[in-house]
């Protein structure tokens, strides 16, 4: 979010003005106008969500495109979480003769954590970076100018939509995600003895209280939310042709990434404070 | 003074250091064919999109059909662009959309427009382009001149008043040029429409000027036709049609 702004110094000035030239004083100016315009580009898609004309049918095609074409990478990468967490902790629990606590165990911490946060950081990396580099190239291919001209507001249009469809879709792809992790960790318990759906299942439901399941979920939005937000910052304010396109993509993945733990970090503080 | 379409008084435009518009003015006339000609980054496209509201200039204003542009709301602002078609240097197709899809987007405003009359008016611009065919192709399936044929297809829909051409021959072959040339003067000629035509292709400038001004570092060094700027006493001017 750096910005490169020139400060004319006077060669007569004293030592304030070559302070503020350092790289130190840049960078730290550059964080502070970083934040500050990522804070105005949320409010400003706050202000736009509630203004007509809803973009409903550009919504639709979003969560499309977000959520259900990430269906497959997130079962995918749940179902192996789950299945390598199972292989992963039966031999320690084994140790202390605790191997039927396997499956309210896997469930807990996939639900809690590791089924939010692996996700999320999923999605990040599918869907943030091709928020960014899709946004960008519009802007170099001058097609967000042509909506602008087209007395199109560009804004409501391609980021109120995005970050919209991404906020939604995530908790919805955790949740799927979850479930498949689940059966992953059954086929797992299954590797090595015989433990019946039904009694896994139960065991897994009964480890599972709404305190577990809620706060979890609630975290999503913030996730989904975050990761289309930076997506969405990155490439509309990306301004240095081609170049611009991969700079976006791979600062919607950094900071989408970086966000994600921070939230994380956060909720479980709140969480256990309100427990 | 009604037939004056677009003015521009003492624009000023800079980026950075680095001042590219210093002192533009700018007056065009209804059904009137304006080519802007200059070096590249003599501040051409930085002059139409000041005055289509995309670039805000520092200093003086843009009058577009008789109302003050400059520091206008968005929503008055999208009012006075229904009026103004823009065909970008990069055409600017929407890449996830269709032709038919691009060419109905900026229809998206006019409710309760029957599908059938949508249909026709997609048909017909697409028609005054010569590419009907194209209509179910995705914009990566088009060729270069297609594009722009479709880009310009467009900014007709909405029948503009005032069509900005930013650079419509570049990265062109010389025939698909010439071809794009003479659908500019069609257009002028079906559509009544004033415009202006930014390029540095004398032979696009030839074609469809009815009057031309070069640029030289963001100021207007020279105004008239095509023939008293290529026999100009000043050496720099006629040195463009060499």
Redesign the interface.
């Known amino acids: 979010m750096a910005s490169d702004i020139?400060t004319k110094t006077d060669s007569k000035e004293e030592k304030p003005a070559a302070n503020i030239q350092s790289p130190y004083f840049k960078n730290v100016r550059g964080f502070f106008e970083g934040v500050t315009l990522g804070t105005r580009f949320s409010f400003r898609f706050f202000r736009e969500i509630i203004r007509p004309r809803y973009e409903f049918n550009e919504f639709l095609k979003q969560s499309y495109l977000i959520g259900y074409r990430s269906l497959p990478l997130v079962a995918i990468t749940g179902f192996i979480m789950g299945l390598v967490l199972t292989i992963q902790s039966r031999p320690t629990l084994a140790e202390f003769g605790a191997e039927s606590w396997l499956p309210a165990m896997v469930a807990v911490s996939i639900v809690r954590e590791m089924g939010p946060v692996i996700t999320a950081l999923i999605f990040a990396g599918k869907v943030g970076s091709g928020i960014g580099a899709e946004i960008a190239?519009?802007k170099v291919?001058?097609?967000v100018?042509?909506m602008?001209?087209?007395?199109?507001?560009p804004f409501k249009y391609i980021v109120v939509t995005r970050i919209l469809a991404a906020t939604i879709m995530l908790p919805l792809l955790v949740i799927a995600a979850d479930a498949v992790s689940i059966y992953g960790s059954y086929i797992g318990v299954n590797l090595k003895g015989t433990v019946s759906f039904h009694l896994f299942f139960l065991q897994v439901f009964q480890a599972l209280s709404f305190s577990d399941v809620f706060p979890a979920t609630i975290k999503t939005f913030f996730f989904g939310f975050t990761v289309g937000l930076i997506g969405c910052y990155y490439g509309y304010n990306s301004n240095t042709g081609t170049e611009g396109v991969g700079k976006a993509a791979n600062s919607s993945v950094v900071f989408g990434s970086l966000a994600i733990f921070i939230i994380d970090m956060i909720a479980v503080q709140l969480t256990s404070i309100f427990n | 003074m009604e037939s004056i379409v677009a003015e521009v008084n003492h624009i000023k435009k800079s980026f950075?250091?680095k001042q590219v518009l210093k002192d533009m003015n700018l007056k065009i006339e209804k059904g009137e064919n304006l080519v802007v000609f200059g070096k590249s980054g003599s501040g051409k496209s930085v002059l139409i999109?000041c005055l289509?509201g995309?670039i805000e200039p520092e200093d003086g204003n843009v009058i577009l059909f008789g109302k003050d542009i400059t520091g206008l709301k968005?929503s008055e602002l999208?009012?006075v662009?229904?009026k103004?078609g823009?065909l970008?240097?990069?055409a600017?197709?929407?890449?996830s959309m269709t032709v038919r899809e691009n060419l109905e987007?900026?229809l998206?405003?006019l409710k309760k427009l029957p599908r059938e009359e949508i249909d026709t008016l997609v048909l017909d611009v697409l028609k005054s382009v010569g590419l009907e065919e194209a209509i179910d192709k995705m914009p990566s399936e088009l060729s270069g001149g297609m594009r722009k044929r479709v880009g310009l297809a467009r900014t007709l829909i909405?029948k503009p008043e005032l069509i900005l051409y930013d650079e419509p021959t570049t990265g062109l072959d010389p025939i698909t040029s010439k071809e794009i040339s003479h659908l500019i003067l069609d257009v002028q000629k079906k559509y009544n429409a004033a415009s202006i035509i930014i390029t540095h292709d004398v032979e696009c400038a030839r074609i469809t000027s009815n009057r031309m001004m070069i640029i030289k570092d963001g100021i207007s060094v020279a105004e008239g036709t095509f023939s008293e700027l290529s026999e100009s006493k000043d050496e720099w001017v006629r040195s463009f049609f060499k």
């Open positions: 020139e190239s519009m291919t001058e097609q100018d042509a602008e001209v087209s007395g199109i507001n | 950075g250091t999109k289509v995309l968005e999208n009012l662009r229904k103004v823009f970008f240097q990069s600017a197709l929407y890449d987007f900026p998206r405003d909405l």
